[in-house]
């Protein structure tokens, strides 16, 4: 099956502008700009949640003192900067704006909805892995964080391009291309 010359061109311009929607990653990362704010904000929210779930939180800025019902010791942790998932949504937005001809309304309503998605996504990620310390252990809690929250985190947010995709008419098979079964086509 040879794949038309209009399809490759199309995935070109996709992956160039990719590139060029990911470049405020790297400059913020080669800035060191301060996400402190965003820290806190999150860390804030976080502390909310797992004060409504009966945890006992005691929150420094981004530091956050976690223990339940008859703990020795409190579970200690820091939301870092990657902890808010920042790249993760810059990357969505990328990811939308660089697909080529959809109109600039269902972009921005996109990202929105995508980086309130992720953002809630992180919220549960920190309180599964809390919640896998203090049933499991800090070993246990390091595997969520370390794989399973990576891998999912990734996941969703392939999902949700792909469900923006969708809901935004921006997938379409390469003109070229017959996807009618053999029954529709006799």
């Known amino acids: 099956m040879k794949i038309p010359r209009k399809s490759l061109e199309e995935t070109l311009i996709f992956l160039l502008r990719l590139l060029a929607f990911s470049l405020p990653l790297y400059l913020i990362l080669s800035l060191g700009t301060g996400l402190e704010p965003l820290q806190v904000a999150f860390a804030t929210q976080s502390n909310y949640l797992l004060s409504l779930m009966r945890f006992e939180v005691e929150q420094e800025l981004s530091m956050l003192s976690v223990s339940h019902e008859g703990d020795k010791q409190p579970f200690v942790f820091v939301i870092s900067p ?3 998932a920042w790249k ?3 990357f969505l937005a990328a990811l939308v704006f660089a697909v080529p001809r959809v109109r600039i309304k269902y972009r921005v309503i996109g990202t929105v909805t995508g980086i309130i998605i992720l953002w809630t996504f992180n919220l549960v990620r920190v309180i599964t892995i809390v919640h896998a310390e203090n049933a499991w252990g800090l070993e246990t809690a390091l595997f969520v964080h370390d794989v399973l929250w990576e891998l999912g985190l990734t996941g ?5 391009w792909a469900v923006w995709m969708v ?15 053999r029954s529709s086509a006799e």
Do not use: E, I, Q, W
């Open 82 to 84: 990657d902890s808010t």
């Open 88 to 90: 993760t949504m810059l």
């Open 156 to 160: 969703v947010t392939v999902a949700v």
């Open 167 to 181: 809901k935004a008419k921006a997938f379409r098979y390469p003109s070229g291309l017959n996807f009618r079964s």
